[in-house]
DNA sequence: TAGCTAATTAAATAATTTTCTAAAATAAAT
DNA sequence: ATTTATTTTAGAAAATTATTTAATTAGCTA
Protein backbone atom coordinates (compact mmCIF):
# COMPACT_ATOMS: atom_id res chain seq x y z
CA UNK A 1 0.00 0.00 0.00
CA UNK A 2 0.91 3.62 -0.79
CA UNK A 3 1.15 5.99 1.73
CA UNK A 4 -0.91 9.17 0.57
CA UNK A 5 1.26 11.74 0.31
CA UNK A 6 0.85 15.04 1.64
CA UNK A 7 0.64 18.21 -0.12
CA UNK A 8 1.72 20.77 2.83
CA UNK A 9 5.03 18.00 3.10
CA UNK A 10 5.18 18.36 -0.55
CA UNK A 11 5.21 22.38 -0.78
CA UNK A 12 7.84 21.90 2.11
CA UNK A 13 10.85 21.53 -0.07
CA UNK A 14 12.28 24.98 -1.60
CA UNK A 15 12.96 23.27 -4.60
CA UNK A 16 10.03 21.70 -5.19
CA UNK A 17 8.09 25.38 -5.09
CA UNK A 18 10.44 26.39 -7.69
CA UNK A 19 9.67 23.37 -9.76
CA UNK A 20 5.96 24.29 -9.24
CA UNK A 21 6.92 28.05 -10.30
CA UNK A 22 8.34 26.69 -13.57
CA UNK A 23 5.40 24.29 -14.71
CA UNK A 24 2.77 26.89 -13.82
CA UNK A 25 4.51 29.03 -16.83
CA UNK A 26 4.84 26.06 -19.18
CA UNK A 27 4.66 21.84 -19.32
CA UNK A 28 8.19 20.79 -18.81
CA UNK A 29 10.24 17.56 -18.95
CA UNK A 30 11.89 16.26 -16.05
CA UNK A 31 15.25 16.90 -18.09
CA UNK A 32 14.32 20.84 -18.95
CA UNK A 33 13.71 21.35 -15.15
CA UNK A 34 16.57 19.92 -13.88
CA UNK A 35 18.48 22.54 -16.20
CA UNK A 36 17.58 24.81 -14.06
CA UNK A 37 18.80 23.51 -10.70
CA UNK A 38 22.24 22.32 -9.51
CA UNK A 39 21.06 18.91 -8.52
CA UNK A 40 21.28 15.63 -10.50
CA UNK A 41 18.66 14.63 -13.06
CA UNK A 42 17.48 12.01 -10.35
CA UNK A 43 16.98 13.82 -7.51
CA UNK A 44 14.54 16.18 -9.41
CA UNK A 45 13.35 13.14 -10.51
CA UNK A 46 12.63 12.40 -7.18
CA UNK A 47 10.84 15.65 -6.20
CA UNK A 48 8.41 15.74 -9.05
CA UNK A 49 7.43 11.98 -8.33
CA UNK A 50 6.57 13.42 -4.72
CA UNK A 51 4.60 16.07 -6.58
CA UNK A 52 3.10 13.42 -8.55
CA UNK A 53 2.12 11.71 -5.92
CA UNK A 54 -0.12 14.76 -4.54
CA UNK A 55 -1.50 15.14 -7.48
CA UNK A 56 0.10 18.93 -7.91
CA UNK A 57 1.37 17.87 -11.32
CA UNK A 58 -0.19 15.74 -13.97
CA UNK A 59 2.08 13.49 -16.42
CA UNK A 60 1.44 13.73 -20.08
CA UNK A 61 3.61 11.20 -21.96
CA UNK A 62 4.87 11.76 -25.47
CA UNK A 63 6.97 9.25 -26.55
CA UNK A 64 9.61 9.01 -24.43
CA UNK A 65 9.63 12.45 -22.93
CA UNK A 66 6.95 13.11 -19.89
CA UNK A 67 5.18 16.30 -19.80
CA UNK A 68 4.71 17.38 -16.29
CA UNK A 69 1.97 19.95 -15.98
CA UNK A 70 0.87 21.97 -12.71
CA UNK A 71 -2.24 21.21 -11.37
CA UNK A 72 -4.18 23.98 -9.70
CA UNK A 73 -7.21 22.16 -8.42
CA UNK A 74 -4.53 20.50 -5.89
CA UNK A 75 -2.98 23.67 -5.01
CA UNK A 76 -6.80 25.02 -4.24
CA UNK A 77 -6.58 22.94 -1.21
CA UNK A 78 -3.98 24.69 0.11
CA UNK A 79 -5.67 27.98 -0.88
CA UNK A 80 -8.92 26.94 0.89
CA UNK A 81 -6.56 25.84 4.14
CA UNK A 82 -5.01 29.19 4.37
CA UNK A 83 -8.29 30.80 3.57
CA UNK A 84 -9.64 30.09 6.82
CA UNK A 85 -7.31 32.73 8.56
CA UNK A 86 -7.74 35.01 5.38
CA UNK A 87 -10.43 37.40 7.61
CA UNK A 88 -7.57 37.89 10.20
CA UNK A 89 -5.91 40.21 7.51
CA UNK A 90 -7.98 40.69 4.67
CA UNK A 91 -10.71 43.24 3.85
CA UNK A 92 -10.81 42.83 0.41
CA UNK A 93 -13.48 39.94 0.96
CA UNK A 94 -15.96 41.96 2.20
CA UNK A 95 -15.84 44.20 -0.06
CA UNK A 96 -16.50 41.76 -2.96
CA UNK A 97 -19.42 40.29 -1.33
CA UNK A 98 -21.06 43.36 -0.76
CA UNK A 99 -20.47 44.23 -4.34
CA UNK A 100 -21.66 41.16 -5.17
CA UNK A 101 -24.65 40.90 -2.84
CA UNK A 102 -25.85 43.79 -4.33
CA UNK A 103 -25.49 43.16 -7.86
CA UNK A 104 -27.58 39.54 -7.04
CA UNK A 105 -30.05 42.18 -5.51
CA UNK A 106 -30.37 44.12 -8.95
CA UNK A 107 -31.19 41.00 -10.84
CA UNK B 1 23.82 32.45 14.42
CA UNK B 2 20.55 30.73 14.17
CA UNK B 3 19.19 29.04 11.08
CA UNK B 4 16.08 31.08 9.47
CA UNK B 5 13.30 28.64 9.93
CA UNK B 6 11.43 28.36 7.42
CA UNK B 7 7.15 28.79 7.48
CA UNK B 8 6.48 26.57 4.75
CA UNK B 9 8.40 23.48 6.84
CA UNK B 10 6.09 24.75 10.15
CA UNK B 11 2.90 24.32 8.10
CA UNK B 12 4.14 21.09 6.86
CA UNK B 13 3.51 19.14 10.45
CA UNK B 14 -0.44 17.93 10.86
CA UNK B 15 0.38 18.80 14.64
CA UNK B 16 1.41 22.02 14.16
CA UNK B 17 -1.34 23.15 11.71
CA UNK B 18 -3.47 21.77 14.60
CA UNK B 19 -1.60 24.43 16.97
CA UNK B 20 -2.29 26.96 14.62
CA UNK B 21 -5.79 25.96 14.26
CA UNK B 22 -6.56 26.06 18.39
CA UNK B 23 -4.68 29.54 18.40
CA UNK B 24 -6.68 31.31 16.23
CA UNK B 25 -9.55 30.58 18.49
CA UNK B 26 -7.90 31.97 21.48
CA UNK B 27 -4.69 32.46 23.14
CA UNK B 28 -3.23 29.68 24.53
CA UNK B 29 -0.71 28.27 26.91
CA UNK B 30 1.67 25.15 25.88
CA UNK B 31 0.21 23.11 28.70
CA UNK B 32 -3.23 23.71 27.74
CA UNK B 33 -2.69 22.87 23.74
CA UNK B 34 -0.83 19.66 24.95
CA UNK B 35 -4.05 19.00 26.80
CA UNK B 36 -5.56 18.21 23.06
CA UNK B 37 -2.26 15.84 21.81
CA UNK B 38 -1.80 12.43 22.65
CA UNK B 39 2.11 13.71 22.73
CA UNK B 40 4.00 14.72 25.57
CA UNK B 41 4.56 18.51 27.09
CA UNK B 42 7.91 18.72 25.51
CA UNK B 43 7.07 17.68 22.37
CA UNK B 44 4.72 20.09 21.84
CA UNK B 45 6.70 22.72 23.63
CA UNK B 46 9.04 21.91 20.54
CA UNK B 47 6.52 22.39 18.07
CA UNK B 48 5.52 25.84 19.58
CA UNK B 49 9.06 26.65 19.53
CA UNK B 50 9.42 26.25 15.84
CA UNK B 51 6.36 28.00 14.96
CA UNK B 52 7.45 30.79 17.46
CA UNK B 53 10.85 30.55 15.46
CA UNK B 54 9.85 31.40 12.10
CA UNK B 55 6.83 33.92 14.10
CA UNK B 56 3.34 32.37 13.11
CA UNK B 57 2.96 32.30 16.86
CA UNK B 58 3.95 34.78 19.60
CA UNK B 59 4.21 35.10 22.89
CA UNK B 60 3.08 36.87 25.45
CA UNK B 61 4.23 36.28 29.08
CA UNK B 62 1.92 36.66 32.23
CA UNK B 63 3.74 35.18 35.64
CA UNK B 64 5.03 31.74 35.20
CA UNK B 65 2.83 31.29 31.89
CA UNK B 66 3.03 31.97 28.64
CA UNK B 67 0.35 32.32 26.35
CA UNK B 68 0.71 32.14 22.57
CA UNK B 69 -1.23 33.82 20.29
CA UNK B 70 -1.86 33.03 16.81
CA UNK B 71 0.12 35.74 14.08
CA UNK B 72 -1.65 36.37 11.32
CA UNK B 73 0.82 38.74 9.39
CA UNK B 74 2.93 35.67 8.54
CA UNK B 75 0.54 33.39 7.75
CA UNK B 76 -0.26 36.00 4.64
CA UNK B 77 3.04 35.10 3.54
CA UNK B 78 1.58 31.70 2.63
CA UNK B 79 -0.86 33.25 1.55
CA UNK B 80 0.78 35.85 -0.67
CA UNK B 81 2.81 32.70 -1.87
CA UNK B 82 -0.51 30.45 -3.04
CA UNK B 83 -2.02 33.67 -4.72
CA UNK B 84 0.28 33.51 -7.42
CA UNK B 85 -1.78 30.61 -8.84
CA UNK B 86 -4.95 31.88 -7.76
CA UNK B 87 -5.61 32.65 -10.99
CA UNK B 88 -5.61 29.54 -12.52
CA UNK B 89 -9.07 28.45 -10.41
CA UNK B 90 -10.50 31.58 -9.47
CA UNK B 91 -12.67 34.33 -11.16
CA UNK B 92 -13.83 36.36 -8.13
CA UNK B 93 -10.65 38.79 -8.03
CA UNK B 94 -10.80 39.80 -11.46
CA UNK B 95 -14.52 40.89 -10.58
CA UNK B 96 -12.77 42.81 -7.49
CA UNK B 97 -10.17 44.20 -9.29
CA UNK B 98 -12.78 45.54 -12.27
CA UNK B 99 -15.12 46.77 -8.86
CA UNK B 100 -12.14 48.39 -7.24
CA UNK B 101 -11.13 49.73 -10.83
CA UNK B 102 -14.46 51.51 -10.96
CA UNK B 103 -14.91 53.35 -7.97
CA UNK B 104 -11.42 54.72 -8.02
CA UNK B 105 -12.16 56.16 -11.47
CA UNK B 106 -15.42 57.93 -9.69
CA UNK B 107 -13.51 59.64 -7.24
C1' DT C 1 12.27 28.87 52.60
C1' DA C 2 10.35 24.60 50.79
C1' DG C 3 7.45 22.54 47.82
C1' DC C 4 4.59 22.79 43.75
C1' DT C 5 3.54 24.10 39.02
C1' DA C 6 4.47 25.70 34.14
C1' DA C 7 7.47 25.55 30.77
C1' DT C 8 11.92 25.06 28.46
C1' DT C 9 16.32 22.83 27.49
C1' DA C 10 19.44 18.87 26.92
C1' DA C 11 20.74 14.46 25.34
C1' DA C 12 19.77 10.34 23.18
C1' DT C 13 17.33 7.68 19.99
C1' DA C 14 14.08 6.77 16.30
C1' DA C 15 12.19 7.91 12.07
C1' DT C 16 11.99 10.31 7.93
C1' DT C 17 13.79 12.80 4.10
C1' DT C 18 17.20 14.10 0.84
C1' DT C 19 20.74 13.14 -2.16
C1' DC C 20 23.95 10.58 -4.58
C1' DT C 21 25.79 6.65 -7.73
C1' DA C 22 24.57 2.82 -10.36
C1' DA C 23 21.39 0.07 -12.85
C1' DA C 24 17.19 -0.71 -15.49
C1' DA C 25 13.36 0.40 -18.67
C1' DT C 26 11.69 2.30 -22.80
C1' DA C 27 11.40 4.84 -27.03
C1' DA C 28 13.75 6.97 -30.92
C1' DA C 29 17.45 7.20 -34.19
C1' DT C 30 21.15 5.46 -37.06
C1' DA D 1 20.05 -4.61 -34.23
C1' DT D 2 22.86 -1.49 -31.86
C1' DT D 3 23.33 2.85 -30.01
C1' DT D 4 21.59 7.04 -27.96
C1' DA D 5 18.43 9.84 -25.22
C1' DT D 6 15.03 10.29 -21.56
C1' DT D 7 13.42 8.96 -17.45
C1' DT D 8 12.62 6.00 -13.51
C1' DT D 9 13.98 2.74 -9.90
C1' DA D 10 17.10 0.72 -6.40
C1' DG D 11 20.24 0.94 -2.73
C1' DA D 12 23.12 3.28 0.34
C1' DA D 13 24.83 7.22 2.79
C1' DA D 14 24.09 11.74 4.75
C1' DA D 15 21.27 15.05 6.78
C1' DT D 16 17.33 16.52 9.02
C1' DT D 17 13.30 16.09 11.94
C1' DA D 18 10.49 14.19 15.60
C1' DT D 19 9.95 12.08 19.95
C1' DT D 20 11.08 10.56 24.48
C1' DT D 21 13.09 10.79 29.25
C1' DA D 22 15.65 13.49 32.36
C1' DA D 23 17.29 17.79 34.01
C1' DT D 24 16.80 22.78 34.61
C1' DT D 25 14.70 27.41 35.19
C1' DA D 26 11.57 30.35 37.22
C1' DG D 27 7.20 31.87 39.29
C1' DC D 28 3.69 30.97 42.66
C1' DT D 29 1.95 29.65 47.28
C1' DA D 30 1.73 27.96 51.88
Redesign the pocket.
Known sequence: MEVRRDIF?AI??P?RRAILGLLALQAM????IAENF??????I??????LTECQLVK?ELK????YYHFNPKKMKEVSDWVDQYRKFWDNKLDILETYLAKIQKKK
Chains 1, 2 share one sequence.
Open positions: QADTTPGADSTRQTSKHIQIQGREI
